[in-house]
């Protein structure tokens, strides 16, 4: 018993003079890892205190700065949306969501849409509109589908819409 509690108390000690010297160690070596790991996945705390628990790289100002759809076709549907308050807006994802709009006309009824754009090109088929309708009906928001032919419209109007960009923009 009395060996048992001897080597409790000692190997700690003991232990810890296999370590390395702190006049070999390198202390720059130790704060260069710190460094590149803090620049590739970002500090626990994040820039602006807010935590990351998985380690995800940083973005850098080039990589959020590029727009992966076509600009025109984005600038479109914001131009064409943008009496609605947007909730989110990625040109990244090419999504824009808008959160709901009541018209004054129309206070029984409300309006939420999301735009997705797909690739760099100008295309009809790049731009897909989806439109939520409610109607406020026995003290509940009701779903009132919009029919797709619609919502094919207003596509159409966004394609329109970045064409003429297109033709007023000199640079291209």
């Not at 009496?83 to 989110?88: D, V, W, Y």
């Not at 004054?104 to 088929?125: C, F, K, N, S, W």
């Not at 619609?150 to 007023?168: G, H, N, Q, S």
């Amino acid at each position: 018993m009395n060996t048992c509690v001897t080597f409790v108390l000692f190997a700690p000690i003991i232990l810890s003079s296999c370590s390395v010297p702190s006049s070999v160690r390198s202390p720059a070596t130790v704060i260069d890892r710190s460094d590149t790991k803090r620049r590739d996945f970002g500090s626990m705390f994040g820039d602006s205190l807010t935590f990351h628990l998985g380690a995800k790289p940083k973005r850098t100002k080039e990589s959020t700065d590029k727009c992966l759809v076509n600009r025109f076709l984005w600038r479109g549907a914001l131009d064409m949306f943008g009496f609605m308050p947007i909730r989110n807006a990625s040109p990244q994802t090419g999504c824009i969501r808008t959160d709901w709009y009541t018209a004054p006309e129309t206070p029984q009824m409300r309006i939420r849409m999301t735009v997705q754009i797909r690739g760099q090109v100008l295309r009809a088929d790049a731009v897909t509109v989806h439109v939520h309708r409610q109607k406020f009906e026995r003290n509940a928001w009701i779903e009132y589908p919009l029919p797709a032919k619609e919502c094919t419209k207003l596509e159409v109007l966004v394609v329109d819409k970045a064409r003429r960009l297109l033709r007023e923009c000199p640079s291209s």
